[in-house]
């Protein structure tokens, strides 16, 4: 029973490098979200996807792309990585929506350090 | 103002003591609340959802004040094991009409021998 599972759980890279972080849930979730966490400061909201085939932007989404590319999979993907997005990032997922924010479920985490 | 706001603490109690946690929100329209908990180094876990008359589980007691915007979370009987983060979670109405829940920074407990 793995939920969400996130890989890699620890990356370093050099400024300027990309990278894809993927994300896969096997709970037949429709809503998925990657977050990121800095320290002193609550989960911050990336990039959400409601439903398969579609995605929205949340709080801090420059810098960032994603791709829901099919129900279980949502991948984050750093395109040019600079320090500043040195973070924990978490992936997430919940039941649609059906009038009423459902709890979400996380995986267990990305530590991202940039140099 | 922020729009989910918690007492980041540390809260350091003895076992056995019963503590209590609030956390503000800013948004009047805000219709869900759940309670989570973060170990260091840990995803965040749900620990309960906040409904309008007030829940408990077990020893945890949430209640919801909407009034004066604000969800608390009381802890009876602490045990170690109770250690976390806590973390204060609202929805909220985005720009696209869309719902997003937000996450408070969290509140640290400490439960001492």
């Known amino acids: 029973n793995a939920g969400v599972t996130q890989t890699p759980k620890f990356q370093v890279l050099k400024t300027g490098q990309s990278m894809t972080l993927q994300c896969a849930q096997d709970?037949?979730?429709?809503?998925m979200y990657w977050y990121r966490q800095d320290p002193g400061m609550g989960l911050r909201l990336i990039y959400y996807s409601a439903s398969e085939g579609t995605t929205d932007k949340g709080e801090v989404p420059n810098g960032y792309n994603v791709s829901r590319l099919n129900k279980r999979e949502f991948s984050l993907r750093l395109e040019s990585a600079a320090p500043s997005q040195t973070s924990v990032y978490f992936c997430a997922s919940s039941e649609e929506n059906q009038g009423r924010d459902q709890p979400q479920h996380f995986g267990d985490g990305t530590r991202l350090s940039i140099l | 103002r922020k729009e989910v706001e918690q007492d980041p603490g540390p809260f350091n109690v003895p076992e056995g003591a019963t503590v209590a946690f609030n956390c503000t929100y800013s948004n009047s329209a805000s219709q869900s609340f759940f309670w989570y908990r973060q170990d260091c180094r840990k995803e965040p876990k749900l620990l309960m959802s906040v409904y309008s008359s007030g829940n408990e589980d077990g020893r945890f007691t949430a209640q919801l004040n909407r009034a004066s915007q604000y969800i608390s979370l009381l802890i009876r009987d602490s045990k170690l094991s109770d250690s976390a983060t806590y973390l204060c979670v609202v929805n909220r109405l985005r720009d696209t009409g869309r719902r997003a829940l937000t996450f408070g920074s969290g509140t640290r407990l400490q439960v001492q021998p």
């Open positions: 709970m037949n979730h429709n809503s």
